[in-house]
């Protein structure tokens, strides 16, 4: 058939190699039909789904209907047309028919029922091809009440099943939400009962070819069927496109999906509110509105939706706030006819912003969950770029690594939706929410993205009228927003440099406590990996020490002690002591070279993750003090780790025979977690602690790391005093307080070198 002339055929893409391949196919199933069915009478091949949408990607199935009018000799018609594809290697959907078969079967089946509604004739008898698609399109119209409900929750559970393609790292693009199969519903939809706007038919139509190009694309550069859009095979997929690079092209895609997703969901409200007869629409429908009832000054609710009131001056900039603010504080969707009022005679925001205006944008944001639905409306519409101007680089922009679940714009929206339920934590509202809603807005821009926000901020938040002071504090808010998380864990809480320097950074104790808030937000914002309520425990921490010594307290008050009398008492005994309890384990033994390599090669040997670790030596002895957690969330056994402790401490257990043996099984196992994006690297900081030199190292995370590093050091001369691992998706980051022999912080160049080659050394042994 000579298909792979055109999938070779870079000059084609997207709708124009789909539909090449399409009639290529057609030809060669021609030929095939004539050869097998010289009479054509009363048979027929029609292409459905896909391919009868001439939508033949280059590893699609190729799905067939032969039809026939009781033929005899169809028996054995069937398998001449269908094992000359199999031949070819090709994937056949195939079904055999009579036309009244297929009208029974598509009134008891929606995937019948809709592969018929793209039905195409290829070969045989035309009328009989005809018949049944006219047929089966009245009878669509006719079933319209039973199957548009079914159709809209089929949407709805597809879309809880694969996400949503404009925030996943890995999209799925035809079932996605805001993805090829989306469109196909609304298609299958506008062929019942729909009236599609031709605008929106246009716009659904430019970002649906966006997103089948990458799909075809995908099914190019990968060389087999696939739906979901790989992070290994992103860069080529941009390539093949002529995008600058991936970011570009995911960018593209996610602008396109969350277009189509928006329209989407529109044009099902506006079945479900009023396209339909109303014995139809009660069972789309989720809430009834019988009457219009005043909203605000200017807006209505009307019909389940908030709509601008007649009498509205639609040139007012605050019209469109009112509208926005309406609609989220009673779970709304916004007209569109007013959205595309405002959109056409809504008057430029001046400068600086009336006062209104700016109490109805944090009312907006105070709306949590219910905001930022509201600020894709206005975002789709062009409305929100004429407030904030600033946001336009945002838009779409992909954070392609393992740790962020959204794009900028849409992460911004969501720390803000998180942030409005955390507001009783702080003196001032409506600076968290605003902040929490600017704090990476400068991730559009070229440079450091915390400098370049410091500046948008301050024009932002002087342009909405806010005095200098909370300028300042919103400026704040901004440069130190990732202060706490970092801090907290990646520095030992225990060191009063740590403290004093993060309460000398947040300068106010209401500036700290806006900024626990925004990192609680911020976080959760991010995705599963980036909070934990081992994460939370130490920014409360932290908090609470600062805020103790910035009203005056003295750190020694509030800092716990390690060791403990009793740990030191032990320790001068020369007792031992191996004791798993809760979260933690403590160990006292004679103090040995390398003992903190061991116990972590034990912990790790017992499916373990260490979190937080310190160490104590004196009289001869050692203290070590481990939190830990599952890996796979599992419960402790803390008989068999103790177990595992022992035996390592006693020089009877090979923890690096054990170590790799386990390494090499998880290198063989397939890994469903992106590959990290962030490559190894070693810092030495000598300026934070005035009493120990600071290691950090970031790496992808690996069984048996931290015995890897941690034995590293033991083999370089380094004490450890403290440990801390945080984990940041298919990363992770520790952090080590230690010293040198003598006691003493390591600045010697040569020893920083060598313990640099030792740690890239240990990683490096953990696998690639």
Not at 92 to 100: A, C, E, M, Q
Not at 383 to 391: K, Q
Not at 497 to 512: G, H, K, N, P, W
């Amino acid at each position: 058939m000579r298909r792979e002339e055109l999938v070779a055929d870079r000059a084609m893409a997207g709708t124009v190699l789909c539909r090449a391949l399409a009639r290529r196919t057609d030809e060669w199933l021609q030929g095939n039909f004539s050869a097998v069915a010289a009479d054509g009478d009363g048979i027929a091949l029609v292409a459905v789904g896909g391919y009868g949408r001439a939508e033949l990607c280059p590893y699609s199935d190729i799905d067939l209907l032969l039809l026939h009018r009781d033929r005899p000799d169809i028996g054995a018609i069937a398998p001449q047309l269908w094992y000359p594809i199999w031949d070819e290697g090709l994937k056949l959907g195939h079904s055999v028919r009579t036309p009244r078969e297929s009208r029974e079967l598509a009134k008891t089946d929606l995937d019948t029922a809709t592969s018929l509604l793209d039905a195409r004739h290829i070969a045989g008898d035309a009328e009989l091809t005809g018949a049944l698609t006219a047929d089966t399109a009245t009878q669509w119209r006719r079933n319209a009440r039973r199957w548009l409900p079914v159709l809209a929750q089929r949407v709805t559970e597809r879309h809880r099943r694969s996400g949503e393609v404009a925030y996943k790292l890995e999209p799925d693009l035809k079932r996605g939400r805001g993805g090829l199969r989306d469109v196909h519903a609304l298609q299958w939809a506008k062929a019942a009962v729909l009236e599609m706007d031709e605008a929106d038919s246009r716009k659904l139509q430019a970002d649906y070819e966006v997103i089948l190009a990458a799909r075809v694309e995908l099914h190019r550069t990968a060389g087999r069927p696939g739906d979901q859009l790989l992070l290994q095979e992103q860069d080529g997929v941009a390539a093949a496109l002529d995008y600058g690079d991936a970011d570009e092209l995911m960018a593209a895609v996610a602008r396109s999906a969350r277009s189509i997703a928006w329209r989407s969901d529109e044009i099902w409200a506006r079945l479900r509110d009023s396209e339909l007869p109303p014995e139809w629409r009660r069972r789309l429908r989720r809430r009834a509105v019988r009457h219009s009832t005043a909203l605000d000054e200017g807006v209505v609710a009307h019909d389940g939706r908030a709509v601008l009131a007649r009498d509205a001056d639609i040139a007012d900039p605050c019209a469109v706030l009112r509208l926005a603010r309406a609609a989220a504080s009673h779970g709304l969707r916004m007209d569109r006819a007013s959205l595309e009022q405002l959109r056409e005679q809504m008057a430029p925001m001046p400068d600086p912003w009336p006062d209104e205006a700016r109490k109805l944008f944090v009312d907006l944001l105070f709306t949590g969950p219910a905001a930022p639905p509201v600020i894709e409306a206005l975002d789709q519409m062009g409305l929100f770029v004429r407030i904030l101007p600033e946001w336009a680089p945002n838009r779409s922009r992909p954070q392609r690594n393992a740790y962020h679940q959204f794009t900028v714009d849409r992460h911004l929206c969501e720390a803000a939706a998180l942030a409005a339920g955390l507001i009783e934590r702080v003196d001032r509202p409506d600076l968290l929410v605003l902040g929490a809603l600017l704090h990476d807005i400068g991730k559009g821009y070229p440079g450091d993205h915390t400098e370049v926000g410091m500046q948008l901020v301050a024009d932002i938040a002087h342009r909405m009228g806010y005095p200098p002071t909370d300028v300042d504090v919103l400026v704040a808010m901004v440069e130190h927003h990732l202060l706490l998380p970092d801090v907290a864990t990646r520095r030992d809480l225990e060191d009063p440099d740590t403290i004093a320097e993060v309460s000398r950074q947040a300068r106010t104790v209401e500036t700290l406590r806006l900024l626990g808030a925004l990192t609680e937000a911020d976080s959760m914002a991010t995705g599963p990996s980036a909070w934990s309520r081992w994460k939370a425990s130490l920014v409360r921490e932290l908090i609470a020490r600062c805020a103790h010594v910035m009203e005056g307290g003295d750190i020694d008050e509030i800092t716990s002690r390690f060791p403990t009398p009793e740990q030191r008492e032990m320790m001068e005994a020369g007792e031992r002591l191996v004791l798993g309890e809760g979260d933690t384990l403590l160990v006292i033994a004679p103090d040995q070279h390398g003992m903190f390599s061991r116990v972590a090669g034990a912990l790790a040997l017992s499916g373990l993750r260490v979190l937080l670790a310190a160490a104590h030596s004196e009289y001869g002895m050692a203290l070590e003090r481990f939190q830990v957690e599952s890996i796979l969330g599992l419960e402790i056994d803390w008989p068999q780790v103790t177990n595992h402790v022992q035996k390592a401490l006693a020089g009877r257990l090979a923890i690096e025979a054990r170590l790799a043996e386990r390494i090499s099984t998880y290198e063989a196992a397939p890994d469903p977690v992106p590959k990290p994006v962030v490559k190894p690297k070693v810092a030495i900081d000598n300026e934070s602690s005035s009493t120990a030199t600071i290691i950090e190292v970031a790496a992808p995370a690996r069984a048996g790391l931290l015995s890897r590093i941690t034995s590293a050091m033991s083999q370089v001369g380094l004490d450890i005093l403290s440990a801390k691992v945080q984990g940041l998706g298919g990363d992770v980051v520790h952090a080590y307080y230690v010293r040198n022999g003598e006691g003493e912080k390591v600045t010697d160049p040569d020893h920083q070198q060598e313990i640099n080659l030792a740690l890239q050394h240990a990683i490096d042994s953990c696998g690639p």
